[in-house]
């Protein structure tokens, strides 16, 4: 069965992409499967320096999921360039570059960097909760999306994503500014800001008080959005939020997606990326769908 | 993907504190000292996450591999109710090992709490010259493994917060007047992070090799999350390296504790 989407101008074998901060530059989980498999990757978060990331810890298991503050450790975009697209290319793995940046001017320069890149698309991070400066400054409003997705546009000569926040009032406003201001493709969603408290220690468990929620917790939040934002645009969607297996999967694409991101769910399972696919397969046999896009939408209401 | 790995053995060592002998024939051909496996506790959406625990011992020729935990929390206490004949979903061995002495060497371990474990099997592959372990406790009933610490230690010290067994006090008091007096090939230190930076601190002043290893909470354990932060110097300036990738084992001159 072909497996195959095409949208915003990328070509995935399969819909399955390893979300980003979850898969590193894929060089450990290239240690447990064939990386062939994935449809596609999409990186740990770069900025235009290297950064050092938060104090730990950085993580807090809660029910069904986790909250993390990693807060944007990564090498910089041009020690990416430099070291990990050569080992990404030794796969067929198309490369989505997630990028954040404290100022628009921040998007910019490496949006044009990456232009000269060999990556297959640029998905702008404006919903990292977890930086004290820009990002979601900039994703948290339809203005913010707008002024961000319209500055980058001009320089990227990429397929543009725009990684959405769930920490908003109306996620429909926020997607429909991503489109209006060029975006191609609105990817979503980013992590829901939470805290978790030790009540022996009487303290927040994370260093850094607050974190964003992942894992099968946030996954009835994120389809509903997939659903309300599917309804008010017209460019593809890329669904994420707590996908663990093939009927997850199935979901997000029913609510409108075109393909999904799984994260959370490989630190459990690495097996789950391959899995999830297969489990899309499965359906589409069983119910008769001979493409992925026959599914997209295809919500019986 | 599977790490099924079958349970040989549960046994209770002491109040709270606990062995599971799993048979895997690709972790126990692996493993070396230092390194930890990544057990899911659970397949249901409690204790999500998968639990670091190190490995206490392996036994080559029947592929038996020890895992040591203390129950304190959510994971640690749905692994208790694990019993032989279970299957285990045991990712492993990950993480970097101690650096396995030379034969005419002479050693010392100081470890502390649930850290003694992985110095048992360190000590147990070290067929060096001189082995010394110090052990701290927080009292007498804590105490396991003793007798095995004996078996392959030529000395061993141990100490109880409490002083209902062996020295009175912390074990770094009974540690830091030894080295005064000797001087050790190679000290490895695995326990409470005050008590492996005082060992650390004393070995990098006087030049001894000194390696230690680190705790931290996890997310993926092969290091593609990020999570499991460590402070260690950079120059003049410092970065976080990450306990599953880089450690759980690191020189001592290169942590900032």
Not at chain 1, 40 to 68: D, M, W
Not at chain 2, 130 to 141: I, P, S
Not at chain 2, 156 to 161: F, G, K, N
Not at chain 2, 219 to 240: E, N, P, R, S, T
Request: charged share 20%.
């Amino acid at each position: 069965m072909n497996l195959s989407v095409n949208f915003a101008g990328l070509k995935l074998k399969n819909p399955v992409i390893a979300a980003s901060g979850t898969f590193g530059f894929g060089r450990e989980f290239s240690n447990f499967f064939d990386l062939n498999r994935l449809g596609g990757i999409s990186v740990k978060g770069l900025t235009l320096e290297p950064r050092k990331g938060n104090p730990p810890p950085r993580i807090a298991e809660t029910p069904g999921g986790i909250l993390n503050s990693v807060g944007l450790q990564n090498p910089g975009v041009h020690a990416f360039i430099r070291e990990e697209i050569p080992f990404l290319r030794q796969f067929d793995l198309p490369i989505i570059v997630n990028i954040a940046g404290n100022t628009p001017e921040d998007y910019c320069a490496m949006a044009e960097i990456l232009s000269e890149a060999d990556i297959d698309a640029i998905e702008l991070n404006v919903s990292c909760p977890n930086v004290k400066k820009g990002c979601l400054l900039f994703g948290s409003t339809p203005e913010g999306v707008s002024e961000i997705t319209a500055v980058v546009r001009k320089v990227c000569k990429k397929p543009l994503i725009v990684k959405l926040t769930p920490n908003v009032t109306d996620i429909t406003q926020t997607a429909k500014a991503a489109e209006a201001s060029g975006a191609d493709c609105v990817s979503l969603i980013n992590t829901l800001l939470g805290m978790a408290i030790d009540i022996e220690k009487r303290k927040p468990i994370l260093a850094n008080t607050m974190g964003g929620l992942s894992g099968p917790a946030v996954k009835p939040v994120a389809v509903r959005m997939v659903y309300q934002v599917s309804k008010e645009v017209k460019i593809p969607i890329i669904g994420m939020g707590g996908i663990s297996n093939g009927e997850d999967a199935v979901e997000f694409l029913l609510a409108g997606a075109s393909a999904v991101m799984v994260g959370t769910a490989g630190f459990v399972n690495p097996g789950v990326w391959v899995e999830t696919a297969e489990g899309i397969e499965a359906y589409m046999k069983k119910h008769g769908f001979g493409k992925v896009s026959e599914l997209t939408g295809a919500l019986q209401e | 993907m599977n790490f099924d790995t079958i349970i040989r053995k549960t046994e209770k060592l002491s109040e709270g504190i606990y062995l599971i002998r799993l048979h895997s024939a690709r972790i126990a051909s692996k493993a070396v000292p230092g390194q930890f496996v990544n057990v899911r506790c659970s397949d249901g959406l409690n204790a999500y996450l998968r639990r670091p625990i190190s490995i206490c011992r392996v036994d080559r020729k029947n592929n038996t591999v020890d895992i040591v935990f203390m129950n304190r929390g959510k994971g640690t206490n749905l692994l208790c109710s694990f019993a032989q004949g279970d299957t285990l979903d045991a990712m492993g061995p990950l993480g970097n090992g101690f650096t396995l002495p030379k034969e005419k060497e002479r050693i010392a371990v100081v470890g502390g709490g649930i850290g003694v474990f992985p110095l048992l099997y360190l000590l147990e592959e070290s067929h060096c010259a001189c082995k010394t372990a110090f052990l701290g406790f927080r009292t007498k009933e804590a105490i396991v493994l003793q007798d095995a610490f004996h078996r392959t230690a030529q000395k061993l010290v141990i100490a109880t917060d409490d002083g209902s067994y062996g020295t009175n006090g912390l074990i770094t008091a009974p540690f830091m007047a030894w080295l005064e007096a000797e001087r050790p090939d190679r000290v490895y230190s695995c326990g409470p992070a005050p008590m492996m930076k005082i060992v650390a601190r004393a070995c990098v002043q006087k030049g001894i090799f000194c390696e230690v290893s680190m705790e931290q909470r996890m997310g993926c354990g092969i290091g593609a999350c990020l999570v499991c932060a460590c402070k260690v110097q950079d120059g003049d300036d410092y970065q976080y390296a990450h306990v599953c990738k880089d450690g759980p084992v690191f020189p001592a001159e290169r942590l900032i504790f």
